[in-house]
């Protein structure tokens, strides 16, 4: 009997105890296509022995040292590294060990700017139902995720929530694609007017949604009109790219394919690539700035930020990324699985949505094409996708539930950027039997 606490307690799981490149194995000698990286996080596959080779160095060298007293050699590399990639503005990094502590960070330092700016009124947050930034209590307030939120609300500070970028289920019937991005974006600005402009510090989003809606971009214009929308009303624009950055959709940053610089970013799952837990907000020289200029510090701190063990992994994972051209192979892999899996689940009648960017790939379930009209939640059909897939060797991160209203089941696949044809015929074999299976009942 386990006496670890399951997120599902009756689940059994397999225990993993190998991985190499795309796959892994379980204790009773089972293979399964890695096709999700975790929830997007094994970017370069597993193994790595670059990344072990890295690993083991630095646990020679030094494992830990506090930095309240040091800063280390892979943290400082990596953060030269880090903004040297980063959007236009962006000058420094902070560095922490996950998701939800960089969106929580993020918050911080949007709420600190303005206070020493000599705003501090400045203290509400905007941000999108069908969103997830993480399950801290700043960043479930921020998220839009209902099903994880409902019985936390009383603990959580208020978020105010306008609709996502979201084609296929909020695009009216015969608009078009940029004439809906302006619509979408036309609900933040009528919410920063609604709230009173000067008591709002930020507006959150993911570029590309990842775990609550299954790999949903925005659409062309959109976060350029909010980017907009932020300049003109002082707003701080937050962009999580925890689940879709780091090369996830094809570029270093998802932002950068809708042509937008944020204030903030955060970064989590592909900068370790799932070797050491890692996570970071890169800020704009203007925060960095009225930090610098005013109290000389920001007011945050966990033991282990700026980790050496989780730097140095991150620096290698990153560095074999680059070395190795695996962005080429994003686009080149990310544009053949989409086609495989639109010739072989594109007409399918439970298959509503296909969509994504890179190898960051959604599939919307439903059971009505017709209509869109969303399985009932009750019968779990992305838990019997993940199950069905699960015992063909396929591992594939599923969502589910109900998210403000609209119920929906999602399967993402974000295989690691390592894969070849080969792996994405298999991954799209697979996943069309276990979809087959089931949804053969419907
Ligand atoms: N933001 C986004 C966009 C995420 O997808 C996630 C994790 N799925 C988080 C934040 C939280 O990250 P973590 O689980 O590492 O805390």
Do not use: W
Request: glycine letters at 12%.
């Amino acid at each position: 009997m386990t006496h670890i606490l399951h997120r599902q307690i009756h689940a059994s799981l397999p225990v993993a105890t190998a991985g190499r490149g795309v796959e892994l194995f379980d204790a009773d000698g089972r293979s399964y296509i890695d096709a999700s990286g975790g929830a997007a996080v094994s970017c370069l596959g597993h193994g790595h022995p670059d990344v072990i080779a890295a690993l083991h160095r630095q646990a020679d060298r030094l494992a830990y040292a506090h930095t309240g007293f040091f800063t280390s050699e892979p943290a400082e590399a990596l953060a030269d590294r880090l903004v040297a990639g980063a959007p236009e503005g962006i000058s420094h990094v902070y560095f922490v060990s996950g998701g939800s502590e960089a969106v929580e960070a993020s918050l911080k330092m949007a709420r600190q700017y303005f206070v020493e700016k000599g705003e501090s009124g400045r203290r509400n947050i905007v941000a999108r139902r069908q969103s997830y930034h993480g399950n801290t209590l700043g960043a479930l307030a921020a998220g839009g995720n209902e099903m994880r939120r409902t019985q936390f609300r009383p603990l959580l500070v208020e978020t105010h929530h306008i609709d996502p970028c979201y084609a296929y289920r909020y695009r009216r019937e015969g608009e078009g694609e940029r004439e809906y991005g302006q619509r979408a974006a036309q609900a933040l600005e009528d919410k920063l007017l609604e709230l009173g402009p000067d008591t709002v510090m930020a507006f959150m989003a993911e570029p590309v949604v990842g775990a609550t809606a299954g790999a949903v971009p925005a659409v062309p214009g959109y976060l350029k009109r909010v980017r907009e929308i932020c300049d003109r009303y002082g707003v701080l624009l937050i962009l999580d790219e925890v689940m879709c950055g780091m090369g996830r959709t094809g570029t270093l940053h998802a932002c950068e394919q809708d042509g937008v610089a944020p204030d903030l970013m955060t970064i989590a799952k592909g900068l370790g690539g799932g070797y050491q837990p890692i996570g970071a907000v890169l800020l704009s020289r203007q925060i960095f700035d009225t930090f610098a200029n005013g109290s000389g510090m920001f007011q945050h701190g966990h033991t282990y930020i700026g980790h050496p063990m989780a730097c140095a992994a991150a620096l290698a994972v990153q560095e074999v990324i680059e070395r190795d051209d695996l962005l080429a192979n994003v686009r080149t892999m990310g544009a053949l699985l989409r086609t495989r899996l639109d010739e072989r689940l594109g007409q399918h009648a439970h298959v509503g949505d296909i969509r994504g960017r890179g190898l960051f790939i959604g599939l919307e379930m439903v059971a009505d094409r017709t209509d869109k009209t969303p399985f009932d939640p009750k019968l779990k059909v992305h838990a019997r996708i993940k199950k069905a897939a699960m015992e063909r060797g396929l591992a594939v991160y599923p969502a589910g539930g109900t998210v403000d209203g609209v119920e929906g089941d999602h399967v993402l696949v974000a295989p690691p950027f390592i894969v070849n044809e080969h792996d994405v015929d298999q991954i799209v074999d697979r996943l069309a039997g276990a979809i087959d299976t089931a949804t053969k009942d419907f």
